[in-house]
């Protein structure tokens, strides 16, 4: 299922009223793929599965099983899946209920954390969730469609000799909990890259479809900042008194921890920028339009006293009647006389204003 901008929509959210622990599957999710990867420090098993039952030899004869779920498509075969890992069935509930926020719960058999994957993708932000349960030689993750960021993590563990290879499941879900959280980076510097260019285009030439750009980053800020924020909690839980999570893994969660909180210190960043570009827009809107009033004023300035001029001789008087009514209409030069005239005070004028600074700077 597409859900891109499912998180800007402004359509209800309609909670059905069904029982505690009902797997109802997301419409229109797809059909889920089942893989998996077992290893120990010198084997590696990595396989697509037909049938969920298969997963249990898989159990028996490694120490470390990752089993992925691309698509929810299917209740029943999350409904196995908790048969045979002991899930609880109120975590599959929230497993297909894909609006939850990220948490880590603990269970009598496993620990259940839910986290949220971020990409982009045509330029719009993505949002996916991804739920994961530890048990005691298992990882079983579940996500809405194929393609995600733990690539990284799967390139780790096919490579003999890796850290991830001598380390426990608990080891493996640290490690793909920080591949969800490194990949809000790369997503980061996407907008760091679009606030540059909003900034630019606000000085430079504001316009109206800068202001919709601006309101797009303050929604996508908010929207990250509403995903990231819980991740922290989470982390502090999972750092904390968890079972199945031993010393040494709490170090490297505390450090993932330390990630989050970097991230939403880098959100809180780009929001203050991003409010602060619409009073941005605001004044630079407010200087170019006080350029246009100047240069409007100057030019109904000069005019004020060339209409004055042209006002005076178009007055209807009759020299011949007497020699103080405008005398300078008989003369020879009198067209050329005043014409000169309103070209030495409109230039004159120029002159002024240029001293003053109110046009070119000051000479």
């Not at 998180?7 to 009902?22: E, I, T």
């Not at 996500?143 to 991830?164: A, F, M, S, W």
Request: with cysteine.
């Amino acid at each position: 299922m597409n859900t891109r901008h499912r998180l800007f929509s402004q359509k209800k959210v309609v909670h059905r009223a069904n029982a505690p622990g009902s797997l109802i599957e997301p419409e229109g999710a797809p059909v889920p793929v089942i893989s998996v990867m077992a290893y120990d420090q010198t084997r590696l098993v990595e396989r697509t599965l037909d049938e969920a039952e298969e997963i249990n030899s898989y159990v028996r004869d490694y120490p470390v099983v990752w089993v992925n779920v691309d698509g929810l498509g299917d209740a029943g075969l999350l409904r196995e899946l908790g048969e045979i890992f002991g899930l609880h069935a109120l975590a599959l509930e929230d497993v297909l209920n894909t609006r939850h926020r990220p948490k880590a719960e603990a269970y009598d058999e496993n620990i259940f954390v839910v986290t949220r994957m971020v990409s982009v993708r045509n330029d719009a932000l993505d949002m996916e969730q991804v739920s994961l349960f530890l048990g005691d030689r298992f990882v079983v993750s579940f996500q809405e469609r194929p393609g995600d960021c733990l690539e990284p993590v799967r390139e780790r563990i096919r490579k003999g000799g890796t850290r991830i290879r001598f380390m426990g499941v608990d080891y493996l879900a640290y490690a793909l909990i920080d591949a969800v959280v490194d990949a809000y980076f790369p997503v980061l510097e996407h907008y760091s890259e679009k606030l540059n260019d909003a900034e630019d285009s606000v000085v430079a030439d504001p316009e109206n479809h800068t202001v919709e750009q601006i309101h797009a980053l303050k929604r996508d800020f908010q929207v990250l900042r509403h995903e990231i924020w819980p991740f922290r909690e989470a982390l502090r839980d999972l750092s904390g008194e968890m079972p199945f999570i031993r010393d040494e893994t709490r170090l490297f969660l505390r450090d993932c921890h330390d990630h989050v909180i970097q991230i939403v210190d880098i959100l809180e960043t780009f929001r203050e920028r991003a409010a602060g570009l619409t009073d941005l827009y605001l004044s630079s809107l407010s200087n170019k339009m006080n350029e246009v009033m100047k240069v409007l004023t100057i030019i109904a300035t000069i005019f004020i006293p060339l209409s004055f001029i042209a006002g005076v001789y178009g007055m209807n008087f009759d020299p011949d009647a007497s020699p103080l009514n405008m005398p300078e209409l008989n003369w020879y030069l009198g067209y050329p006389f005043v014409l000169g005239l309103m070209i030495l005070v409109a230039v004159g004028m120029l002159y002024f204003f240029r001293r003053k600074g109110w046009f070119g700077g000051k000479s």
